[in-house]
T-cell receptor, first 111, second 112 residues
Framework: DQQVKQNSPSLSVQEGRISILNCDYTNSMFDYFLWYKKYPAEGPTFLISISSIKDKNEDGRFTVFLNKSAKHLSLHIVPSQPGDSAVYFCAAASNDYKLSFGAGTTVTVRA | DAGVIQSPRHEVTEMGQEVTLRCKPISGHDYLFWYRQTMMRGLELLIYFNNNVPIDDSGMPEDRFSAKMPNASFSTLKIQPSEPRDSAVYFC??????????FGQGTRLTVV
């Protein structure tokens, strides 16, 4: 039972443009949402998070938006850079710290 | 801090053999998690510890899998006997009092 879904397996974007990654969840008990970035042969690296009491969190080029009523969140990267090419995982947690992950979206930034 | 340290990075073993994966969490972190990544199931939680005590092992696939945390700086994940379907990347992660876990580089296990 996949409680966190990333329906786009891949995304290709030109350098300097905006990357938008989407994520949907089904479990209403989730109250904390995270994005992780993963390069090949490395572990996932925490990128940005948002609590369910907020609808937006920004950190430099990265912004996460949360729409609780739609059970949807998105990650915006602007401007996209070649170093952003990686797999991005959406994750969610409830009152414990267990993370439920989506399947990931592979982002390719074209020069 | 060197981050979460896992060993070995790669392990190739024959079916039926015992495999032990090791993890050293970040000093001061009181939560430790074992995740597994496969093509079919993605990243899934196997077990997690809080203050060295196993809290939830519902993700452990079978009795062939076991995990221990004898002290705050060391954990093992053991598979005995190993099977080809256990081939995956196994990640250890740690955190303290928030969900933003730090992951190790993973152990790529191949069972032939």
């Amino acid at each position: 039972d996949q409680q966190v879904k990333q329906n786009s397996p891949s995304l290709s974007v030109q350098e300097g443009r905006i990357s938008i990654l989407n994520c949907d969840y089904t479990n209403s008990m989730f109250d904390y949402f995270l994005w992780y970035k993963k390069y090949p042969a490395e572990g996932p690296t925490f990128l940005i998070s948002i609590s369910s009491i907020k609808d937006k969190n920004e950190d430099g080029r990265f912004t996460v938006f949360l729409n609780k009523s739609a059970k949807h969140l998105s990650l915006h990267i602007v401007p996209s850079q070649p170093g952003d090419s990686a797999v991005y995982f959406c994750a969610a947690a409830s009152n414990d710290y267990k993370l439920s992950f989506g399947a990931g979206t592979t982002v390719t930034v074209r020069a | 801090d060197a981050g979460v340290i896992q060993s070995p990075r790669h392990e190739v073993t024959e079916m039926g053999q015992e495999v032990t994966l090791r993890c050293k969490p970040i000093s001061g972190h009181d939560y430790l998690f074992w995740y597994r990544q496969t093509m079919m199931r993605g990243l899934e939680l196997l077990i997690y510890f809080n203050n060295n005590v196993p809290i939830d092992d519902s993700g452990m696939p079978e009795d062939r899998f076991s995990a221990k945390m004898p002290n705050a700086s060391f954990s093992t994940l053991k598979i005995q006997p190993s099977e080809p379907r256990d081939s995956a990347v196994y990640f250890c992660a740690s955190t303290t009092q928030n969900p933003e876990a730090f992951f190790g580089q993973g152990t790529r296990l191949t069972v032939v």
